[in-house]
Each structure stands twice: as C-alpha cells, then as structure tokens.
C-alpha cells in the first residue's frame, strides 16, 4: 500500500498552499515524470510538495509551464519565499540532523552544538529561573543530544566563529567556564571541525547583534538560521541564505586563524581566577 501524501494545511501557510497547488496540478502525473519534465530530482520536487523544503527560485517558472497554469506558481514563490516558517525551531532542528556542513558565527552565547552540560544548565537556570530542575534537565538533554551528530561514523564538517565577547562573558563562574573554553580549544584537535576567535580589535560587523547558522545539505541546499535573544528566523531563500554566506565569509578572513584562536582561548583560560583559592 503505498505510503499516504503528508497532509497539509493551506489555509495557514503558503509553503503549504503551494505543495497543494503542486499535488493538485500534477493530479494523475507521478512525480518521476514530473522530475523529468522540469529537470529536478523526485527526490527535491517530493520535499517541496510536502512543504519541506522552500520551493527554488528556478522551480515556479517551470512548474507553470509544465501545468500551463499562467505565472500561479511564480505568484505563490513570491508569497511563500518571505513567508516565516510556522514550525521553523522544528524545521531547523531537522535541517541540522541532516547537514553535511554547518558554519555558525555566535556573538554573545557559546554556540549550542560545543555547549558543556554545566554551561547550558546555567544558561538554562540564567534565562528561566523560575523552571523547575526538571525542566532544566530536559533542556540540557535535549541541546547534548545535538552534539550527537559529531559522534557517528560520517558527522558533519563544522566551523564556528566565536567573538571575543563569548569568551569573556562568564557563566557560573571559573568552575563552568574553564571546560567550556578547553571544549572550545578541543573543536581545532578535530579533523572534521574548526574554532576561530573574532577579537575585539576587528570592530563593528555585518553580523552583530545575534547569531547565525549556515547550513549546506547533502543535494547542495543551503539554508540560514538568525536568531536574536528570544527569536529565531529560518531563511531558505538563496538569494537571503547567499547575503548571510557572504557576510559569514567576510567575517572569517578577518577572524584570528584556528591556531591563534586556541592561543587565544587558552590565554582566557589562565586569566580565570582560582576557585579554590580565597
């Protein structure tokens, strides 16, 4: 039997409404023929349908010349391309299960997926103090579980740019700190990922006030996530997801190299007082 259409909801959504224009358009049409007639793989043209992926710029065009459907496609794209995500914290954890490179600049926070379970438990405690143990608990097991992609067999290749901020603000103490800044330094040990340290001396930037994370899937779709102090924005359109790239970019040529970086870290670490002196 074969597997039921992802149900949608147009109504709420124009990601959605264009998956079901496209499932209702196709009609009797398999999508194998489909991906023939527009040059896409079945694979690609099945996520958009079912709203999983944002339709690419290219596909709109192509799919109101297959379905003769006079620009409706092309109309939806422009809605659906400046629409926020309704699911999009969902989404970008999903997006970050299965990227193959994750590049992430971080300027206050110490970036999620390199976060020890002391650091996010105070983190956690900092931001919410009213949450039971409880809560904090499930919080920390939930952002250690992303770590968990670095430990399979083929894990992702990861660069972070950390601002020297990060570095100087304190969580919890020298007790918190000083693992978390050695988990940093352990990033450039790794084959597969890369710390750099942006220091104050490099001045303003692109990407100031927040954080950004960049991520490439295995069929070459690159996708951004911007997030504030108590809001994230999931972008999929390439020409938004290119901008942030190119200011991703920009800011690590400017960064200290990844052995300078290490240096740099390591040199916080040794400022950090003694806890068990008086």
Known sequence: MPARPRPLTP?????????????????????ERLAEIVNFS????????TAESM????????LDAAFDTDGIFAELYQVARREIHPDQFRRRMEIEAKAR???????????GLAQT???SRVLFRTHNPRATEAEIEDLVVARSSRQTLFQTDDPP????????????????GPAVMRPQLARLIDLNQSPTSVMQVLPF?????????????????????????????DSGTLMEDSDRVAKRQRAYDLLRSCALSPADSSAFVRSVMEALPDEHQP
Do not use: N
């Open 55 to 62: 339709p690419p710029p290219e596909l709109p065009p192509l």
């Open 11 to 31: 109504d709420r959504s124009a990601r959605h409404l264009f998956g079901a224009k496209m499932r209702a358009y196709r009609g009797s049409m398999s999508l």
């Open 201 to 229: 001396s490099h001045g303003g930037h692109a990407l100031m006030g927040g954080s950004l994370a960049l991520f490439t899937l295995a069929d070459g779709t690159q996708v951004a996530w911007e997030e504030g102090s």
């Open 101 to 111: 490179v994750i590049a992430e600049y971080t300027g206050q926070l110490m970036p």
């Open 157 to 172: 290749d990861f660069s972070v740019i950390v601002d020297e901020a990060v570095l100087c603000r304190g969580f919890g």
């Open 117 to 119: 379970e002391e650091y």
């Open 42 to 49: 079945k694979s690609h043209l099945a996520r958009v349908e």
